[in-house]
């Protein structure tokens, strides 16, 4: 899976092992790492069988029986062209949604599908998670939507290409489906949890002092939204104690609606993140996060 800025799993551990950043403590005084992160790409989803792909034609204005218009033409050279157009909800920056895909590289291979997952995928739109024209078409979908998206060079890769699979200042073409859009839960002080999967609806809830064990990716929100910290890199889960530890407070607000098996994004406001002193070079001040954590246990 590639299509991301940045990648899930595997693949992640690998590109990632050697990184060694601090993020999640709500005060650090170690240097940041300042080691470039790939620019990268990938995406989960539920999965449909593709139809082969032929090349698109460039008609600008194709509508269906509903009178939707099945070409969307942006900047850049960034299109969308629609098998199925839906009218349900649009998408909108911050969602979470659950997508099928397969890229390829313009006139020529597949080099990345999520068909061996067997389940869709979360996109986290607003948190730097992926490429810019991916994203930018995303804005212009709905839930429901089945279709093409296609990215030019300067919206996806650019001059760096992706390691011998996509060459350099290659457009790709992503054949999409939108399934679903996570519906989040709103705590107070605005922070939002968007629950994408979970194993066990019948665990308990954390009370305070309980250890909570899970694995992360935290996320910087505005101008330079990006990812800037991950346990992976670190080779082990991350350990909090629950309602008793040095750590973000919007955190334990979202971990406190969490069972063990969950999957989440956790969208935190600046004030109950690292508010106006920010995190070192990794968060500039009055900077909103996101956590995406899957949780372990809870002991």
């Known amino acids: 899976m590639k299509i991301l800025k940045y990648l899930y ?34 995406v989960d989803s539920a999965f449909i069988q593709l139809e082969k792909k032929v090349e698109p034609v460039q008609i600008d204005s194709v509508k ?7 070409v969307w033409n942006g900047e850049d050279g960034l299109r969308i062209e629609w098998k199925k157009r839906s009218n349900n909800g ?24 999520n068909m061996e997952v067997g389940h869709p995928l979360p996109l986290k739109l ?10 930018t078409a995303l804005l212009e979908m709905h839930v429901g939507d089945i279709g093409r998206i296609m990215i030019p060079s300067k919206l996806a890769y650019g001059e760096n290409g992706y ?12 054949e999409i489906e939108i399934v679903d859009k ?44 990006g990812m800037y910290d991950n346990s992976y890199a670190k080779g082990k889960p991350f350990v909090m104690q ?6 973000v407070d919007g955190l334990h607000q979202g971990m406190g609606v969490l069972r063990a098996g969950d999957n989440a ?31 372990i246990s809870i002991k």
């Open 9 to 42: 799993l595997p693949l992640f551990i690998l590109l990632f092992s050697n990184c060694e950043i601090g993020g999640i403590k709500k005060h650090q005084t170690a240097n940041a790492d300042n080691d470039s992160i790939p620019e990268l790409s990938a």
């Open 163 to 174: 390691y011998g699979k996509v060459p350099q200042n290659a457009d790709i073409i992503v």
């Open 90 to 113: 649009p998408i909108l920056k911050g969602d979470v949604v659950l997508a099928n895909f397969e890229a390829r590289v313009a006139r020529g291979e597949v080099y990345d599908h």
């Open 242 to 247: 629950f309602k008793n530890d040095n750590l």
């Open 126 to 135: 607003g948190v730097g998670q992926l490429l810019k024209g991916w994203e």
């Open 64 to 70: 269906d029986a509903s009178g939707n218009n099945l």
């Open 182 to 225: 996570v519906k989040p839960i709103l705590l107070s002080e605005g922070v939002k949890v968007y629950k994408y999967s979970t194993k066990d609806t019948s665990s308990s809830l954390p009370v305070k002092d309980q250890k909570i064990t899970f694995d992360y990716f935290s996320y910087r929100k505005g101008k330079n939204a």
């Open 265 to 295: 994004f956790i969208d935190i406001p600046a004030e109950l993140a690292y508010g106006s002193t920010g995190l070192q070079e990794l968060v500039p001040p009055n900077t909103p996060i996101s956590f995406d954590v899957r949780i």
